[in-house]
Structures are given as C-alpha cells and as structure tokens.
Nanobody, 125 residues
Framework: QVQLVESGGGLVQAGDSLRLSCAASGRTFDTYAVGWFRQAPGKEREFIAT????????RYADSMKGRFTISRDNAKNTWYLQMNSLKPEDTAVYYCAAGRTPYMISSSPENYGSWGQGTQVTVSS
C-alpha cells in the first residue's frame, strides 16, 4: 500500500521558516516527478512546486519563487519543501504528491496519483 506522510508543519510567525518533509512508503518514486500543493479554507488546491525524478528541473508557482525550494532524496524516498520568509497568506494545509506518469512533470493536480494526508501550516502576523 502506497503511503505519503508529510511532516514539519506547525504554527510560526511571519518571516519564519519551515521545512516540510514527505516520506513515501509502499513503492519508490525515483522515476516520477513529485510536488507540493496547498489548500487554504474556502479555496481550491494550489500548485506550489514540482521537481523531476532526477532533481534536474524544478518548477514553482510565481508567487512562491524565491521563497520556497523543493528538493528530493531518492535514496530515502523522501522529498522536501523549504519555506522561507513565511507570510500569513501562506497559511494552508500543505500536501505532497507523486506523479501519475513516469518522467512527466506537471503543475496540475490531475497528473498526480498519490497524495499525502496534509500538514497544517499556520503563519501568524
């Protein structure tokens, strides 16, 4: 059974940093792009970042460029989201996801077949 488990969320102040982790089990994703999304109350799920299977290519939502960094460690079947200079508008549930098709990179949630349960990030002003 495939399972993705996020960790690292919490309550922080504006300007702080957090590092989210996503540990996968049940299968390896070393030939799949992986990504991060978030969903705030009353809003649709929003793309944050994705990284190719090799780590050679990263894509970010424009609003997150320069503040967020995605990375992965295929040996650990884990990927990460480093978030710096957090703002109150970053408050949301953050989800990790693994691609549905090998080697395909996408910012669309429909192209991700495995999802974590989400971790809450709350940024106070």
């Amino acid at each position: 059974q495939v399972q993705l488990v996020e960790s690292g969320g919490g309550l922080v102040q504006a300007g702080d940093s957090l590092r989210l982790s996503c540990a996968a089990s049940g299968r390896t994703f070393d030939t799949y792009a992986v990504g991060w999304f978030r969903q705030a109350p009353g809003k649709e799920r929003e793309f944050i970042a994705t990284i190719t299977w090799s780590g050679s290519t990263r894509r970010y939502a424009d609003s997150m460029k320069g503040r967020f960094t995605i990375s992965r460690d295929n040996a650990k079947n884990t990927w990460y989201l480093q978030m710096n200079s957090l703002k109150p508008e970053d408050t949301a549930v953050y989800y990790c996801a693994a691609g549905r098709t090998p080697y395909m990179i996408s910012s669309s949630p429909e192209n991700y077949g495995s999802w974590g349960q989400g971790t809450q990030v709350t940024v106070s002003s």
